[in-house]
């Protein structure tokens, strides 16, 4: 909830910065231009990187949909998703709006799925075929609005055809390539990375996580790395079965990662603690096993 806040009061600043003293100097406006010709600018709060900002979001909304899917929601959290969609959505994030998609459709499947094992009666059906139709009906509208006429244009949408794959990307493919021509291009690289910083090699930020582990840290500290990183989620990953709604936000957070900087995010470690968080919210203390050593004891 203090990560939800903490967005939302930097998104109200970020929205009155001119307001703030100070603060309009501090923020370095990120803008694009369209294909008309048109430059708009991009929403993302108190930061100075769209991307990052609506990582923080993509996390935040993941976790308010586990509490809501879980039946341990306020009911101002429907309310709390909504505002951060339309922050996301200010902020112009091809990248945020695929993982919502991602996101919305893993929890729908979810719920359906439980649903179903629930009972078999055609209210759930009846239901079920409702929140499709909603759910059609919303997007229509919306697709209406401005905002999301400019992402239409960024996504060249009538011409996919003649679109090109860094174009439906935004740039990010040909990042990629070049990472991945210096990656397999020294035995050296590949097994032991190029260390901390990539400046030497004229490359520009990754915009992939797991390219960023890679080239950085090679195959042999990747390896390292993800270990330590299982490390951390295996003691909350006892009690996963029934209960694997509570993997969305890491679920989102591995999506985001095929498209933003992670590896030197300060921010990563947060969503490292929401994610354990959520995986460790077991419905009873007794819940909670240790490795190797069974159930707690309780006297």
Same mark, same amino acid.
């Given at each position: 909830?203090?990560?939800?806040?903490?967005?939302?009061?930097?998104?109200?600043?970020?929205?009155?910065?001119?307001? /703030?003293?100070?603060?309009?100097?501090?923020?370095?406006?990120?803008?694009?231009?369209?294909?008309?010709?048109?430059?708009?600018?991009?929403?993302?709060?108190?930061?100075?990187?769209?991307?990052?900002?609506?990582?923080?979001?993509?996390?935040?909304?993941?976790?308010?949909?586990?509490?809501?899917?879980?039946?341990?929601?306020?009911?101002?959290?429907?309310?709390?998703?909504?505002?951060?969609?339309?922050?996301?959505?200010?902020?112009?994030?091809?990248?945020?709006?695929?993982?919502?998609?991602?996101?919305?459709?893993?929890?729908?499947?979810?719920?359906?799925?439980?649903?179903?094992?629930?009972?078999?009666?055609?209210?759930?059906?009846?239901?079920?075929?409702?929140?499709? /139709?909603?759910?059609?009906?919303?997007?229509?509208?919306?697709?209406?609005?401005?905002?999301?006429?400019?992402?239409?244009?960024?996504?060249?949408?009538?011409?996919?055809?003649?679109?090109?794959?860094?174009?439906?990307?935004?740039?990010?493919?040909?990042?990629?390539?070049?990472?991945?021509?210096?990656?397999?291009?020294?035995?050296?690289?590949?097994?032991?990375?190029?260390?901390?910083?990539?400046?030497?090699?004229?490359?520009?930020?990754?915009?992939?996580?797991?390219?960023?582990?890679?080239?950085?840290?090679?195959?042999?500290?990747?390896?390292?790395?993800?270990?330590?990183?299982?490390?951390?989620?295996?003691?909350?990953?006892?009690?996963?079965?029934?209960?694997?709604?509570?993997?969305?936000?890491?679920?989102?957070?591995?999506?985001?990662?095929?498209?933003?900087?992670?590896?030197?995010?300060?921010?990563?470690?947060?969503?490292?603690?929401?994610?354990?968080?959520?995986?460790?919210?077991?419905?009873?203390?007794?819940?909670?096993?240790?490795?190797?050593?069974?159930?707690?004891?309780?006297?």
């Amino acid at each position: 909830m203090f990560f939800v806040a903490g967005i939302l009061i930097a998104s109200v600043l970020g929205t009155f910065s001119d307001w /703030v003293p100070g603060l309009s100097g501090f923020m370095r406006a990120t803008r694009i231009k369209l294909d008309d010709g048109d430059i708009v600018g991009r929403f993302s709060g108190i930061q100075t990187n769209p991307n990052f900002y609506t990582m923080d979001i993509t996390i935040a909304i993941a976790a308010l949909l586990y509490f809501i899917g879980s039946k341990k929601h306020r009911w101002f959290d429907y309310l709390l998703v909504i505002v951060l969609l339309g922050f996301g959505v200010l902020s112009l994030s091809l990248s945020f709006m695929l993982s919502m998609a991602f996101v919305f459709l893993l929890y729908l499947i979810y719920k359906i799925f439980r649903l179903t094992r629930l009972s078999f009666d055609i209210n759930v059906v009846l239901r079920g075929t409702l929140v499709i /139709v909603l759910t059609i009906i919303v997007i229509s509208q919306i697709s209406n609005l401005p905002y999301m006429d400019i992402y239409f244009q960024r996504l060249g949408a009538g011409g996919f055809v003649d679109q090109s794959l860094s174009d439906l990307t935004t740039g990010r493919s040909d990042i990629w390539s070049d990472y991945l021509k210096l990656y397999l291009s020294d035995w050296r690289i590949f097994i032991f990375g190029v260390g901390y910083s990539v400046e030497a090699y004229n490359l520009r930020q990754a915009h992939n996580y797991f390219l960023e582990l890679l080239v950085h840290l090679g195959i042999v500290g990747t390896m390292i790395y993800l270990n330590v990183l299982n490390s951390i989620f295996k003691p909350f990953s006892v009690k996963i079965k029934g209960r694997m709604l509570c993997l969305l936000p890491l679920a989102a957070l591995i999506f985001r990662g095929f498209g933003i900087n992670l590896f030197f995010r300060d921010n990563f470690i947060f969503y490292l603690i929401i994610c354990t968080l959520i995986m460790a919210d077991y419905d009873s203390p007794k819940d909670l096993r240790r490795p190797g050593n069974g159930a707690i004891n309780e006297k």
